[in-house]
């Protein structure tokens, strides 16, 4: 089952545009994680937000999240051709696995030059 | 990007036969998990290793097993291979307890006919 759930499934958007993508989840988390990933290439890690935490900032990435909607967003600002890919959100819960995450299906973002 | 490798890249493999894949970290991380990605399913965990020789089932393990002899192995077996188990397989690493994040092989992706 998927904890997360992105929205949209699709985005297209010009280069320069700022692209929101939007990840709502059921149960309770200690962390939040979204990933990309390229055509055909493993899932690389953008950033992590902690329950305790309402937003995080990295370069262009903005991410929020409301543990009170179970929601959580990732904006990238002015984006561009490059950004071209899939997005995942990932719920964390700390057990005997160490962090384990559950995945969502993920946005899939084409930034049109 | 983290020393992850996996092997092999691609195989295509016919109904009932076994097939290993292995996951090989540099990284001297203690947790290894295998998942996989088919579309309109995000990522989905089939096992997971906490150490050497410790290891559990996730969400999807039937028809899987896995063995981690050493800190840098992780393998999966599917044991007599099924059409329904045609995916991409992803490796992933984590170095330790608490909140952390997740850094993930190349992939495999495996046919079977």
């Known amino acids: 089952s998927q904890q997360g759930e992105e929205d949209p499934q699709a985005l297209s958007i010009q280069e320069g545009e700022n692209a929101t993508m939007n990840c709502s989840y059921k149960t309770s988390i200690n962390n939040l994680q979204w990933y990309r990933q390229n055509s055909g290439r493993g899932l690389v890690h953008l950033i992590l937000?902690?329950?305790?935490?309402r937003e995080k900032h990295s370069g262009r990435l903005r991410v929020t999240l409301d543990t009170s909607k179970k929601s959580s967003s990732l904006l990238i600002t002015a984006s561009r051709a490059a950004d071209t890919a899939s997005y995942f959100c990932?719920?964390?819960?700390?057990?005997?696995?160490?962090?384990?995450?559950?995945f969502g299906g993920g946005t899939r973002l084409m930034v049109k030059p | 990007d983290a020393g992850i490798t996996q092997s092999p890249r691609h195989k295509v493999t016919e109904t009932g036969t076994p097939v290993t894949l292995r996951c090989h970290q540099t990284?001297?991380?203690?947790?290894m998990y295998w998942y996989r990605q088919d579309p309109g399913h995000g990522l989905r965990l089939i096992h997971y290793?906490?150490?050497?020789?410790?290891?559990d089932k996730g969400e999807v393990s039937d028809g899987y097993s896995v063995s981690r002899s050493k800190t840098e192995d992780f393998l999966l077996t599917l044991e007599s291979a099924t059409s329904s188990q045609t995916s991409v397989y992803f490796c992933a690493i984590s170095e330790s307890d608490g909140i952390t994040t997740q850094y993930f092989g190349p992939g495999t992706r495996l046919t079977v006919l």
């Open positions: 937000i902690r329950s305790n935490e």
């Open positions: 990284e001297n991380h203690r947790y």
């Open positions: 990932a719920t964390g819960r700390l057990n005997n696995a160490g962090n384990m995450l559950t």
């Open positions: 290793s906490y150490g050497v020789k410790d290891t």
